[in-house]
Each structure stands twice: as C-alpha cells, then as structure tokens.
C-alpha cells in the first residue's frame, strides 16, 4: 500500500533524511520511533506529499506521493494539528468534506459516528472551548472525513492525558481492524510497543533498525531468565539478595535456557525452593538505547502513563 | 476525434472541480473571517462608523449653510436701507450693527458704512488691524455677492456683455498617435471624448491670439475622428461641465475634486489587505494551512479561494465608492488592477514576513508605495500623459465624463494586472510546507521565493522577462517623481536609475539560484545565464512598446526612458541590436558577481549599471 524507495531530503548542508527505504502493507500498522531530529516527520510528509523528496520516491496507493490525487486516499494527521477555533466540530469536520468532496449527507455521518468512537461530546461547542484532548479527536476525525485508505499520525497521543491517550490508541487499533494502512510516529515507545505490526527505528535521518518488535527482541535486544530462590548454593553467585518476610531472598540470572536450568537444579541439589522463575525480555526502550546510545526523548512518561493508566484501573486496556 | 472530445470534457471537468473548490474555500474564508469579530465588536464598530460619517455629514451640511469658524467676526455698522447691507448681511464673515461713529471709535464696530443720500456712501474703516481686515473681507464680499447676482441674471448679455469661450488642451507634440492618421496630423487627445460641442461654430482663440485657433479646432476634430475609428472609446461623456463669470475668476481644469474623490478608492483597501494578510500570515504562524495543503488541492486553488473574498470585498466597497461620488464602471475596472497590486503584493508579504509586527511594516510600505504611485500622477490629470501611468487618472477622467480609449485604459492598469500575476506566481511558489513554516528573514524568504521558479536557463529568462512589468512601473515612477526637476538634473538621474533598476530585474534571481545552489559555478553556465537573462530582458522590454501608444515618447525624458522614435532605418536597427548586445553583456557581468557571493554581486551590480547608464547617455545624445 505504501512504498518508499530511497527518500532524501537535503537542507542545504544538512541531511534531514537518508536513503529511507521501507514497505507498509494493506492493514499494517507500521511504527516510525526516534528521538527528536531523527527525520521522522520529515519522511511522513515527504509520504504526504507536503514536502519534496531531494532523491527518491514514495508511493501511495499506487499514486505518487506528488500527485493531488493521491491525497484523495490519505489521512494525514500532523503533529501539530492546530483547528479553526472559532468554528464548531460539525462545521469545520463538514467544510473538510467538502473540501474532499464528500457528499454532505455521508460525511456529516461519517464524522459523527468517527466522534462517537472517539467518545467526544459537546459537537457543537466552539473548538476553541474545548480541552487539547477534545480537539486532538476533532483533528483524528478530521483526517478520516474522506474516509482513507491510508493514515499517517504523527505523534497522535503526544501531550494527552493518559485517559485520551487510551481512547487514541484504541482507536487507532480499530482503525486496522477496519482495514486501514495506518503509518504511527511516535516518541513514546509505549505506545507504538501497544499499537503496532512492525517498526521502523530512525536515528539521524537513517533508518538503523526494522521489524516486528519481536523481531527487533531476537536481533537487537536481550533475554534475562530471572530465579529467585531461598538458597544461595556455593558455586553460583547471587546477583541480588534481598530480605522478604524475614527471610533471605536470592536472585540468580542466567542468559539461557540451560543456564537456568543448571541453576534450579543447582538450587534443588543445596535442598532450596525456587520461589520465582520470569522471563525478562529487553523493552523497545531498552533496544533503542542500545541502537542509539541516547534515550528516548519521553521515555520517563511512558512509566509516567503505565502508572496513571494502572491508577485509574484502566492498566488491563494499556497493557 | 473522440479522444480529442475526450480531453475536452475532461478538462472542462476539471476546470469546474476547481472552480468549485475555490468556491468553496472563498465561502469558507469569508464566513471564517467574519466569524473572527464578534458581534459586540462588529456592533461597536458599526456604531462609531455611524457616528462618524453623522458627524462628518453635519459638519458639511452646516458648512454648506455657511458654518465657519469666523464666523461674524467682523461688525459692520449699516442700516437696513443700505445698498450694501445685503453684502454684509449674507456674508458669513460679517456682522450687520447699528451705523454708530462711537462705535467705530471704541473698536465695537470694525467698518461703518454710512448712506446719507442716495448716490453718496461713505465708508470708516477702524485703523486697527482687525479694521484693515474687516475692509478687505467686505470688499471681497461685495465681488461675490456682484458676481452672484450676475449669474443670477435671466439676461445674460447684460450681465456678460463679452463672452469668451475658453478651451483647455493638452500640451502639443510633433508625433503622430498610433491610432491617428499617418499624414503627419497632430493629435489632440484632450479633443477625444467630446469636446466638439466646444468647438463648433464657435470664434475659439488660444492665448496665443495668431488667430489659427479655429483651424486647429476643425483640425483636432478630424483627427478625434479618425482616432475614433481605430481605437473605441469606452465610457466618454462630453468634456467636462462649464463656468462662467469673470475672468478672475474662472479656475482652471486642475481636477482638484476630482482627483480627491479618486483618493477615496484607495482608502478601503488599506482594510482590505490588513484583513486579507492577517489570515494568511495566521495559516503560516499557526500552521492551520497544512492541513488544506494536505487535502487534494493545488496551491493555486487554495490561494484563488483564500483570496476571493477580499478582492470581491474590494470591488464591491469601490462600486459602492463608485456610485457615491458620481464615478462608473470605468472607475470601478480602473481600481480593480490597483485592488489587484495591493492584493497580491500582501501576499507576498505575508508569504515572507514572520510575525504580524513584520507584516504590519511590509504592508504599510506597500500602501505607501501603491497609494504614491496610483495618486501622484494622477495629479497631472489633463496635463501630461504622464499621469496616465496611475489608474487613478482613469477614474479622474471618468469623474470628469471624459473619454478613455481602450489603449489608454490598458497602459493605465496593464502594468497592475501584470505585476500583480507574477507577485501571485512567486507568492505561490513558496505556498508550500517547507518554506510556509519557517521562520527566516525577509531577503532570505525572497530569495526562496525567486528561486522556487527556476529550473534551468529557459525559467531564467522567463523570470527577467516576467520582471518587465515591473522595471516598466519603476521607471515610469522614477519619470513621474523626476518630471518637476530641471531637465538637466532630471535626464543623468533618470538614465542611471533606469540602469539600475533593469540591472537588477535581470540578476536578481540569478542571485537567488546562486544562493540556494540551483546551479552550478562553472563560468560557461554563468555566462550561459547571463545571456540568456539578457535576451529575456531584450525580448520582453518590447512590452514598453505600449508607452508609444499614449504619446509618453512625446516628452524629452520619456524618450530618455523608452525607445526614441523618428530614426533612420539604419539608426533603427543598430539601437535595435546594440540593446541586445548590452543587455546580455551587463546581465553577464552580474551573473558572474552572483556566482561569487553578495559582496561581488553587488559590485558587479555597480560595474553594469555604470555601463548600462553610460550606453543609455550614448543613445541619448545621439538621438539629440
């Protein structure tokens, strides 16, 4: 549904983005992550068409990211996303269908039932009354009025309060449901961790790493088996020991599967109990640090809003 | 056949998608935009116009009725039964008082006119300064209130025993119009449009008194005639109204009122562009025309959309002005290409200003420029073709019911419509997402903006060409600024900023590709360039040809300015090669600076306008 082929695009002496090549299918949600000034948004408006590639090419639907056309299949919603503030939901939400040359009837519909997945009231109060999250899911409706077969956002639930947050990427995963080719920028790695097929990771313009974020587990990043025992027989060193209960508690780490296996039975030969035995794999976090060697810009609010979504009982949506 | 028929419907398809979406957006625009004021705002607003033009109306109704800050300052002792008391009594400045000769003495009276027969009136002026004062403004007051009379006089023979019919024409020329007869006949063109009526079977004498005067009146009617026939007139009336009285105090046709009531257009369109640039500069500042850059549109449709409105708006307050002071429809086509220049040159501005301070300083540079260059021509209305370079000086002749010819309405306007298409063509090529959200300085977003409409040598030579209608407006600017300084003066500046500012129109954007790198530094793509600008520049100054259409070479410094006429074949076509030969020389020489950076640009800049000057001192002495 989407290829790129080779994207640049040169600012003068600087390159803001380098040869991107990558493929997003029909009903994939591909992911684009990377700290501030990796090129992200630079490529989805170069997808868009809004900015000129300096050398290669982005299709979309079959049209060239050039042609007008092509728009006519594409939802785009840009980071910023400012609104006409004097107009309602419904008048601003119906000029942009016209604009798409939506017919009135269907687009009024259209808009009104994407508000009411999105849970947005009060439709015919003045935008600019209305709280950031409320005109956030204007703006989503806003960039579905002509019903694509396409969406870009960039940075969708950037900003949001973690309830809106919530709304956002749910919606956005009933977006694929529906059939929709969904391309997903994001700082929070939590968020395209919880919503997408496979991911792009962008460091300085170039693309550094792709795949599944299971795929990126396997190539990139780790897997720690975690054994927490009431022993700490000789012959194995206790990475951690702490006092639960009253009693000793040791953790044993190990880097495979047989290594942990020799150390449960480790534990079992010293007449131990093995109280815990997890499975830690690297976060998408953690693989990004390791790609890039700099955390993630907005890495402390994804704890930030796994806690406050767990505070507000809403953990089970966001986990 | 069929796929021809195809393309057709297709394109007819096409065009009424578009016309409808930048119907849509103009709908949408003018709704958004009213929509900004509030209603207490607008209602405030309202109210205060209405008190205004209130106070205005009854400041000139009560100045009609003779309301004047003097009024009645000087008390003039008269009787009722004096033959002079009617002067006093109508005149505002004075006050009709009982005739009292203490009075006079203790300064209650200023002048005491007594009557005490029937032939006899004997006058006592207080010998203050104020009694001087009293007496001047009654002896004026009695001319008027002479003259009035006169006037009012059902036999006009007795009041104007001598009658003396005077004709105001424009000054004469040795070359012939386009549009008139090629037997060397000179034309007239305060004649067209009607002033037959003034001529005919009347003794008519010029202040020259040689007695030729009715010969030249038949003549300038032939030729009216025969000007007729080639070149329709549009919008003509009889020339002007007519005054009688004496000869002190017949005026001359200096449009004054006209000219005023011309001025009135131009004051909405300073709202009308404040209005227009506010919401452009917000799309940019607040990045809301992204998204209708996303939505499948082109750029020409969304700015033809967001523009409409207040160009409607402006054609609709100069109708409005139009049908007020007396003004037609030839007055309202004349102000549309000023509404059309104030327009796109504010959307240039708020293309590249970065916060509303800047726009607000860009856009007052514009209105003053716009408003010096369509008024101060306009003020030699009936004096010099001069005038004619200013639109305003259609809707001055329009006011007065005089004649327009189709040549001069399009000398007039054209330079208008032209520049204003190409400001919305370079306006336009930075309407895009990379260059709408940065924030950078203004030379730097021009030189964005020229270099966004080049591609190769072809657009380079487009762009010089495109440019012409420009150099045409600034130098018929600089001739109209320089018409009043001594000739000596006049002629040397004139030639050099004529110079310069063709020197620039052919190198300016070929800095702008220099600076954003859009070609190579090799000296024979330089060199390429600046022949290839030259020759735009070349092909495209033929465009000035029209200058020769309303007779401005007549004048010395407009053939200082444009092509001279009445050369020898040979003369012809050496001036025809040699500005060919220059212009590609000189653009060469400020392609090579642009190539090496600002500083040698702008010496190189020097260097051709030094030679371009020093050609066109060359040409004009040898016209002389």
Redesign the interface.
């Known amino acids: 549904m989407i290829a790129v082929d080779g994207l640049q695009k040169v600012y003068g002496d600087f390159a803001a983005v380098v040869g991107s090549t990558f493929s997003v299918e029909s009903g994939e949600i591909l992911g684009i992550v990377g700290p501030n000034g990796a090129g992200k948004t630079t490529t989805l408006k170069m997808i868009a068409g809004l900015i000129e590639p300096t050398e290669g090419t982005a299709t979309v639907a079959g049209y060239d990211a050039s042609d007008p056309e092509m728009r006519q299949t594409l939802g785009f919603l840009p980071e910023e996303s400012p609104l006409y503030e004097d107009m309602t939901p419904r008048s601003y939400l119906r000029f942009f269908a016209d604009l798409y040359d939506v017919p009135r009837e269907a687009a009024i519909n259209r808009a009104m039932d994407t508000l009411d997945r999105l849970e947005l009231e009060h439709r015919d109060r003045r935008i600019g009354d209305m709280s950031k999250g409320m005109k956030r899911k204007v703006a989503i409706a806003r960039s579905l009025v002509n019903d694509p077969d396409v969406v870009i956002y960039d940075e969708p639930a950037s900003g949001l309060d973690p309830l809106t947050t919530n709304t956002v990427l749910k919606f956005t995963r009933e977006l694929k449901a529906s059939g929709k080719t969904v391309i997903f920028s994001a700082h929070n790695l939590y968020h395209v961790e919880s919503v997408c097929d496979r991911v792009v990771i962008m460091n300085e313009g170039q693309i550094i790493a792709r795949g599944t974020v299971h795929e990126l587990r396997e190539t990139y990043g780790s897997r720690e088996y975690q054994i927490r025992a009431d022993v700490s027989p000789s012959g194995i060193e206790a990475a951690d020991t702490t006092i639960r209960g009253g009693s000793l508690e040791h953790l044993f780490t190990a880097d495979t599967i047989a290594k942990a296996d020799q150390i449960r039975e480790t534990i079992d030969a010293a007449n131990g109990t093995v109280l815990d035995f997890r499975t830690e794999e690297s976060t998408l976090e953690a693989i990004f640090l390791e790609l890039t060697g700099e955390p993630m810009a907005g890495s402390r609010q994804i704890q930030d809003t796994a806690a406050d979504l767990e505070h507000r009982g809403a953990a089970g949506e966001a986990s | 056949m069929t796929d021809v028929l195809d393309r057709l419907k297709n394109a007819i398809g096409s065009a009424r ?1 578009r016309l409808a ?1 930048v119907w ?2 103009a709908r ?1 625009e003018a709704k ?1 935009s009213v ?2 004021i509030d209603r207490r705002t607008a209602a405030f607003g309202a109210i205060i116009i209405v008190l205004t033009a209130a106070v205005v109306g009854s400041v000139a109704v009560a100045g009609s009725a003779g309301l004047a800050i003097d009024r009645d300052i000087y008390r003039v002792g008269v009787d009722a039964d004096n033959p002079y008391y009617p002067v006093v009594a109508e005149s505002s400045q004075l006050a009709p008082a009982e005739p009292n000769q203490e009075a006079l003495a203790t300064g209650d009276l200023d002048v005491l006119i007594n009557h005490p027969g029937e032939d006899v009136v004997t006058w006592y002026v207080a010998e203050t300064e104020k009694g001087s004062a009293a007496h001047s403004t009654l002896v004026t007051s009695i001319d008027r209130y002479n003259e009035r009379r006169m006037a009012d006089e059902p036999n006009e023979s007795a009041a104007y025993p001598v009658r003396v019919d005077l004709q105001y024409v424009s000054r004469q020329s040795d070359a012939t119009t386009p549009g008139g007869s090629d037997d060397g006949t000179q034309s007239d063109r305060a004649a067209e449009g009607g002033s037959a009526d003034t001529a005919e079977g009347t003794d008519t004498s010029d202040s020259s008194g040689d007695g030729t005067a009715g010969a030249a009146s038949d003549e300038d009617r032939s030729t009216d005639d025969s000007t007729g026939g080639s070149i329709p007139s549009i919008g003509g009336q009889a020339f002007g109204g007519s005054q009688s009285g004496s000869p002190a105090t017949i005026q001359p046709p200096f449009p004054f009122g006209s000219l005023l009531l011309a001025f009135i257009f131009l004051v909405p369109m300073n709202f009308v562009i404040q209005a227009y640039g506010g919401t452009m500069l917000n799309e940019r500042i ?3 025309g ?9 750029r020409t449709t969304i700015i033809a959309g967001k523009t409409l409105p207040y160009l409607l708006a402006a054609i609709v307050l100069t109708a409005i002005i139009a049908a007020v002071v007396g003004g037609g429809l030839l007055s309202v086509l004349a102000v549309i290409p000023i509404a059309l220049g104030f327009l796109s040159a504010t959307f240039v501005a708020a293309m590249i200003a970065r916060s509303f301070k800047e726009l607000t300083f860009v856009t007052v540079t514009i209105a003053v420029l716009v408003t010096t260059y369509a008024f101060v021509p306009a003020i030699f209305t009936n004096v010099t073709p001069i005038a004619l370079i200013s639109p305003l000086s259609i809707v001055v002749m329009d006011l007065q019911g005089e004649a327009v010819s189709i040549g001069e309405y399009l000398f007039s306007t054209g330079p208008f419509y032209a520049g204003s298409a190409v400001l919305f063509v370079l306006g336009s090529g930075i309407y ?3 260059d709408m959200f940065t924030q950078k300085p203004i030379p730097a977003k021009v030189i964005d903006a020229l270099n966004a409409q080049l591609s190769g040598y072809a657009s380079v030579g487009l762009w010089t060409a495109l440019f012409v209608p420009f150099v045409f407006t600034a130098e018929l600017l600089a001739i109209a600024i320089l018409y009043v300084a001594p000739i000596e003066l006049s002629i040397p500046v004139l030639l050099v900023t004529i110079a310069l500012i063709e020197e620039l129109a052919k190198s300016v954007h070929v800095y702008a590709g220099y600076a954003r ?1 859009r070609f190579e530094r090799r000296l024979p793509v330089t060199v390429g360039l600046g022949i290839v600008s030259g020759v735009g520049f070349f092909l495209a100054e033929k465009f000035t040809a029209i200058a020769q259409v309303v007779g401005l070479p007549e004048l010395a410094i407009g053939q200082a300015a444009f092509a001279p006429t009445g050369l020898t074949p040979t003369l012809a076509v050496g001036l025809l090669a040699a500005p060919l030969v220059l212009h590609t020389v000189t653009a060469t020489i400020t392609a090579v600076g642009a190539r090496d950076g600002r500083l040698v640009y702008a010496s190189a800049l020097v260097i051709a306008t030094i030679v371009h000057a020093a050609y066109n001192y060359g040409v004009v002495m040898l016209y002389a």
């Not at chain 2, 992204?290 to 082109?298: K, R, S």
């Open positions: 998608r979406s849509r957006i949408w958004r929509g900004t607040n990045r809301r992204e998204l209708l850059l996303v939505a499948p549109l082109a895009r997402e990379e790198s």
